[in-house]
C-alpha cells in the first residue's frame, strides 16, 4: 500500500513538536475509533505476518512495541494496537498528577533524525491514567506495559514507596510494569541506578507482588527495569549482579543520552534533555552488548532506543535482544516501521 505518512509529516513538522504530538494522538485516536486506522496505516497486513513470542510468561504478538513516553497517559492504546504495535508501554506514571517541566520541552534535530525531550514525567497520575485506559484499551489484543516512576518532588530517600504505590495501583491492568529509574529529566532520578538500590526496589517489589497475587487470581505481574545508556561498564555489571541475584523479569536497554558528542555543533545540541534517535544506536547497542555478556541467558531484554529500521532491529535481535520498541523511529518513518519490525522472526 501507499505509504502516506511523509505527506503527513511535513504538515506535522510545521508545528511546534509538542504541539504535533498531540495533534498526531489526537488523530490517531479519531482514525481508530472510526475503525479506519489500521487499513490506513497497513496495521492489519503487519498484523497478519506476525509471529508470536513467548517471554516473561507472556504471549507478544510480535516483536514490535511502542516505548514508553509516546503515550504518556494511556489514552492511545488501541490505535498504537492498530497500526500494529504487538506490545504498547505507557507512561511514565507518577502517584500524582504533575505538568512536567516548563515549555519549550521538545525539539526535534532533523538533520540527525533525532529529538531531545525535557517533558519531565508530565502525566495525569496514577487515578488519571488508569481511567484512561479503560477507555482506551478496550479492543487492544497485545501486551500493555505500564512505565511508573516516581514523582519529581518525592526525595530519593522516600523513592521506593512512590513504585510500590504504582505498582499496586497498576498491577490489575498491567500485563508487565517497567521500573523508570533512567530518565535524565527528574532531577536526581539516575542515582537509583546503583546496584544496591535496584536489589532494595526489586525485593520490595516482589515481596509486594506475592500478596497482590493471592488477591488478583494467582496473576503473575513480570517486573523490569529500564537503564540509562550512559553508564560505564562497572556500573552495567554492577547492575547486571543485582538483576541476576534479584531475578528481575527483564531489562530494557535503553532510555534517552545525556551525550551530546554526535549531533555536536547543531543549534539545538545545548538544549537540556534527553537525546534520542539515530545518534543514540551506538550507544544503546553497546550497553545491550554489555548487559547481555553480564546477564544470565534467561533473563530477557527489551531493545530501546535508535532504531530507524528493521536493519537496526535486526542488529538488537543478534545482539541478544528479545524484543524492541520505537519511539522517535515512528516520528521520523511513521507507521511503515511498525510494518517492518512486525514481521521480525
Known sequence: MPDLYPIARRVLFSLDAERAHHVTLGGMKLAEQLR?????????????????????GLEFPNRVGLAAGLDKSGAAVDAFGSIGCGHVEVGTVTPRPQPG??????????????????MG????????????????????????GINIGKNFDTPNEQAIDDYLTCFEAVYPKADYVTANLSSPNTKGL???????????????????????????GGKQVPIVIKIAPDLDRDAISDLA??????????????????????????????EAGGLSGAPLREQSLKILEWLRADLDDEIPIIASGGMMDKADAEERLAAGAELVQVYTGLVYRGPKLIREMATLA
Open 36 to 56: 479506519i486506522l489500521a487499513a490506513l496505516t497497513g496495521g492489519q497486513a503487519a498484523q497478519s505476518k506476525t509471529t508470536p513470542v513467548k517471554l516473561m
Open 121 to 144: 514525567f508530565n502525566n495525569p497520575g496514577l487515578e488519571g491514567m488508569l481511567m484512561n485506559l479503560n477507555k482506551s484499551a478496550r479492543r487492544f489484543r497485545g501486551i500493555l
Open 101 to 118: 517541566n516548563a515549555a519549550p520541552r521538545l525539539f526535534r534535530l532533523r538533520e540527525h533524525e533525532a529529538i531531545i525531550n525535557r
Open 190 to 216: 539516575r542515582d537509583l541506578q546503583s546496584g544496591e538500590t535496584c536489589r532494595d526496589l526489586l525485593e520490595k517489589l516482589q515481596q509486594l507482588r506475592a500478596k497482590l497475587s493471592e488477591t488478583h
Open 241 to 270: 549482579a543485582a538483576f541476576n541475584e534479584k531475578r528481575v523479569d527483564g531489562v530494557i536497554t535503553t532510555n534517552t543520552t545525556i551525550e551530546r558528542e554526535v549531533v555536536k555543533g547543531h543549534a539545538l545540541a545545548d
